[in-house]
Each structure stands twice: as structure tokens, then as C-alpha cells.
């Protein structure tokens, strides 16, 4: 199992080789969960195929219900799956589930941290859990506070800590037992822009020191922040596969020009918005409740065509493609929906 070892600058370093191999193998993996109340069974992951290589971070991208919860919660032998085959470091999670939690990291969605304990008493007692002795289970806590910046809150309980403090020490906390794969479910949710950018630095860190990350989020910009592969997931299956910068060159436009409208004058301007000459192969027009959208490779070309027509939006917006896009592009709805 590989060690994280304090470096000189303080980074957690992993004796991980560098040579990359599959962690994570799936096939035709399929979850339905039984219904209740009398209403019929539920299919949440539809026959997905994944494999996941050690050291890089993947990520399950999807709106709420897609099936990302339940395929994490397959690979960290918490839920049995209903068919198909799935393999975590080469065993089977039905015969070698514990063998498996042992080299495993879990961040679940809501903190499950005990709030009449202190910073440091968390680490170690969750450290006790997996047969460490206390005094290396408080070895480690020590280190791994110093890495998630919460040296000053050790002796602190945690109902006085902040969401994202709370946060870096889910994620301390499950890296006590030197885990060779971490699993983060929805890992930034509820925090706000400061918090989430402190919690991607750590995570940087630790994939940089040879963790395998596997994330779920519904976050775009997480996405293509901390992942180098992804897969979308919609309804239980999987849509696209790839890079975040490789999804949206082969389903989008390089650029997307947003247009809002007053509400008198949306009718019109959706209509002369369509009426405009395509530019490009790939020129599509997206129509949102509270905007119409325009993939082109060049946004401002198509804005002059739109001032051109008279079209007066209370807002025009040229951006450049996400995977927020792709997303809309392939299910034709947000990511927030």
C-alpha cells in the first residue's frame, strides 16, 4: 500500500510508482434500486462502462439523479450491484468488500463527523477504526491537519468550525488509513467560492503526490478544474467520455453568445434570432427560459448580425464553450436542472 509522507515544503508526497494501471474496471455495471410504497423499481445506473487508472483524477459529471451517487457508492462496496461486473484494485467487491474499504478514502456528500469531539479526536478515532494504534492514529492526524490548514482548530470541537473547514476535514479524516484511491461525493457543495478554492488547492496537492481521485459533481467549472478524465451521466447512462477540453471541442462551438431579452420582446427576438444565417457547420440556437443561446466559433461576428436585425437584448454575452454546454447540448438540459 502506498504511504503519504510529509515532504520538506509540508506537501503530502505518496510512494505511489508512477506507472499508471487500472484501479477501477467496470462492465454493463447496472444498479436498480427496489421501489417503496408500492411504486415499481427504480433503474439509477443503466449497463455503464468505466475504468479508472491510478493517479489521475476522474470525475462522474451529471445533474442530480443521473446515477453518480450510486455508482460511487458501488465502487466503495456500499451498495451490492445489481448486475454486471466490477472490479476495485483487480478483486470483486461481493467477496472482497472489506479488503477493499481498507485501501480506500471516502468523502460522502454530508459530513459525518462528530460534532462533541475535537479537530484532532475525529482523525483519531476514525484512525482507530482501521486498527491503527492511537499513537500513530494521532502521528497521522497531526500531519494531516497541517496538510488541510487546520493546525490552529486541532483542540477545537467541530460544531465551531466552518462548512469549508468541515470539509478539509472530512477529507483529512479519510485520509488517515493511507488510502490508494479517494472518493469525493459532491465535495464542494453548499460552499462558498473561497472554500471551494481552498478545498481544489489540497486536492491538487494530493493528486499531485500520486492519489487516484474519483469525484462526482454537477459543478462545470470543478469538473474542468480537477479532472483529467470525466465521463456525463444522464438518466443512469453514460452520454460522453473524455477531457473536459476534448468533450467540449467535439460537442461544441469554440464560443456561445448569450442574448437575453425583455419580456415583450423575447417572442421577437428568439424568432429574428433563429431567422440569422448559420456561421459554421456547427452554428446552433438554444432556447432557455431566461436567455437564447448561439454556439458559433466566433460570438462576436454573430452579434453584429443580430445589431444588423435591429435586435436589441437587455444583455449580450460572449463566452467561451463549458462543459455546462456539452452537457445541454447532448440531453438538452442544464446541468442545473
Given at each position: 500500500?502506498?504511504?503519504l509522507?510529509?515532504?520538506h ?43 479508472i487508472?491510478?493517479?489521475?483524477a476522474f ?7 443521473a ?5 460511487m457508492?458501488m ?7 445489481s448486475?454486471?461486473?466490477l ?60 496538510f ?82 470525466l465521463?456525463?451521466?444522464d438518466?443512469g ?13 467535439r ?19 428568439y ?13 446552433r440556437?438554444?432556447?432557455l ?6 454556439y ?42
Amino acid at each position: 500500500m502506498p504511504s503519504l509522507r510529509a515532504h520538506h515544503d509540508g506537501a503530502l508526497v505518496s510512494s505511489i510508482a508512477p506507472a499508471k494501471t487500472a484501479l477501477v474496471r467496470a462492465r454493463d455495471l447496472t444498479k436498480i434500486h427496489p421501489g417503496r410504497s408500492g411504486s415499481p423499481p427504480f433503474l439509477a445506473v443503466d449497463a455503464i462502462e468505466v475504468e479508472i487508472e491510478q493517479g489521475e483524477a476522474f470525475g462522474f459529471l451529471g445533474p442530480n439523479g443521473a446515477g453518480k451517487s450510486s455508482t460511487m457508492r458501488m465502487i466503495g462496496c456500499v451498495s451490492p450491484r445489481s448486475s454486471g461486473s466490477l472490479e476495485i484494485f483487480g478483486l470483486d467487491p461481493d467477496r472482497d468488500g472489506s479488503r477493499i474499504r481498507a485501501r480506500l478514502g471516502v468523502v460522502p456528500q454530508e459530513d459525518a463527523l462528530d460534532s462533541e469531539l475535537t479537530v484532532t479526536e475525529n482523525c483519531v478515532v476514525y484512525g482507530r477504526y482501521f486498527g491503527l494504534s492511537k499513537s500513530l492514529a494521532r502521528e497521522r492526524s497531526q500531519r494531516l491537519l497541517a496538510f488541510a490548514q487546520l493546525e490552529e482548530k486541532a483542540d477545537q470541537r467541530v460544531d465551531q468550525l466552518s462548512g469549508g473547514m468541515r470539509r478539509r476535514l472530512t477529507i483529512a479524516r479519510a485520509l488517515v488509513n493511507e488510502p490508494e484511491l479517494l472518493l469525493l461525493d459532491e465535495p464542494t457543495t453548499g460552499l462558498d467560492p473561497q472554500a471551494r478554492h481552498v478545498l481544489w488547492e489540497r486536492l491538487f496537492t494530493l493528486k499531485a503526490g500520486g492519489v487516484t481521485l474519483v469525484l462526482t459533481t454537477h459543478y462545470m467549472d470543478e469538473a474542468e478544474q480537477l479532472c483529467d478524465r470525466l465521463v456525463v451521466m444522464d438518466h443512469g447512462k453514460i452520454v460522453a467520455e473524455g477531457s473536459p477540453r476534448a468533450l467540449i471541442e467535439r460537442y461544441v462551438t469554440r464560443e456561445v453568445l448569450e442574448l437575453r431579452f425583455a419580456d415583450d420582446d423575447r417572442e421577437r427576438g428568439y424568432a429574428e434570432v433563429r431567422s440569422l444565417p448559420a456561421r459554421g457547420d456547427r452554428h446552433r440556437v438554444e432556447e432557455l427560459p431566461d436567455r437564447v443561446l448561439i454556439y458559433a466559433d466566433d460570438g462576436d461576428a454573430v452579434l453584429e448580425q443580430a445589431h444588423s436585425r435591429g435586435l436589441e437584448p437587455l444583455t449580450a454575452l460572449v463566452r467561451r464553450s463549458t462543459l455546462e454546454d456539452v452537457f445541454l447540448t447532448l440531453t438538452g438540459r442544464s446541468l442545473i436542472d
